[in-house]
């Protein structure tokens, strides 16, 4: 059974950082993109960064200098550092995996390109 689980996030102030975690089991990810993407009340689920296998990263514009998305291959884990959180990035945070890795970079903020979602981490930033 394949399990994607989010932890790190949490409660903070502007200006501050969280780092979130996600452990991958029941497969390997290693040969595919993983990705982050959040969603905050009453609105759709965002992208907001990916990863794929050999390294290279997007990040949506509103977090881009922010934020770093990265990945441990042998542990089978991403990681999303958030620096300079401002109250807008307040959200449930979710692991996405399982996305073919050899697409464009705009195939990856498609949520429905991924197969496998972990069940959210709640980021809340305090203005």
């Known amino acids: 059974q394949v399990q994607l689980v989010e932890s790190g996030g949490g409660l903070v102030q502007a200006g501050g950082s969280l780092r979130l975690s996600c452990a991958a089991s029941?497969?390997?990810?290693?040969?595919?993109?993983m990705g982050w993407f959040r969603q905050a009340p009453g609105k759709e689920r965002e992208f907001v960064a990916a990863?794929?296998?050999?390294?290279?990263?997007y990040y949506t514009d509103s977090v881009k200098g922010r934020f770093t998305i990265s990945r441990d291959n042998a542990k089978n884990m991403v990681y999303l550092q958030m620096n300079s959180l401002k109250p807008e990035d307040t959200a449930v945070y979710y692991c996405?995996?399982?996305?073919?890795?050899?697409?464009?970079?705009?195939?990856?903020?498609?949520?429905?390109?991924?197969?496998?979602w972990g069940q959210g981490t709640q980021v809340t930033v305090s203005s």
């Open positions: 029941g497969r390997t990810f290693s040969n595919y993109a």
């Open positions: 996405a995996g399982g996305a073919p890795t050899y697409y464009p970079s705009s195939y990856y903020y498609t949520p429905p390109n991924y197969d496998y």
């Open positions: 990863i794929k296998w050999s390294g290279l990263a």
